[in-house]
């Protein structure tokens, strides 16, 4: 067992790896096809397999700066879906205190405490000042 470790450490030396975008294609993959064995359709099964096969051919690449700048693209587009759901739930549950407006000027949120009546309301990024109701 020791001599399989050491050959497969040797043929992995100078290639990329496992990442996060490799592991999504491949939960993808394993999802297709376990799809396909409840459906009969193809669809399923060449997707998975596809998906698998393109998972494979990122973890041997020895294209290393492709590979990354892929998985780095894929973490941007992470990191603002989840920064966005992170923003909306936080807004959502600070609702019922605060109103929250859009400054016309640069589009920065405002934050304004509700039942206030009509306010000036002042961006505290552009000093801009607009009045709307609380």
Do not use: H
Not at 47 to 55: D, E, H, N, P, T
Not at 105 to 134: D, H, L, M, N, Y
Request: proline share 2%.
């Amino acid at each position: 067992m020791n001599g399989f470790r050491q050959r497969m450490t040797r043929f992995m030396y100078g290639r990329y790896g496992n990442d996060q975008l490799s592991r999504v294609f491949l939960g993808l993959a394993m999802v297709c096809l376990i799809v396909n064995l409840f459906t009969d359709l193809a669809v399923f099964y060449v997707a998975g397999l596809l998906l698998l096969i393109y998972s494979m051919y990122r973890s041997f690449s020895k294209d290393i700066s492709k590979m990354s700048a892929q998985n780095q693209k894929y973490l941007n587009w992470r990191y603002r879906r989840i920064a966005k759901y992170n923003s909306t739930k936080k807004r959502l549950a600070q609702r019922k205190e605060y109103r929250f407006y859009t400054c016309p000027g640069c589009t920065q949120k405002v934050r304004v405490p509700r039942g206030r009546g009509k306010i000036a309301i002042t961006c505290p990024k552009c000093r801009a000042e607009f009045i709307k109701k609380s």
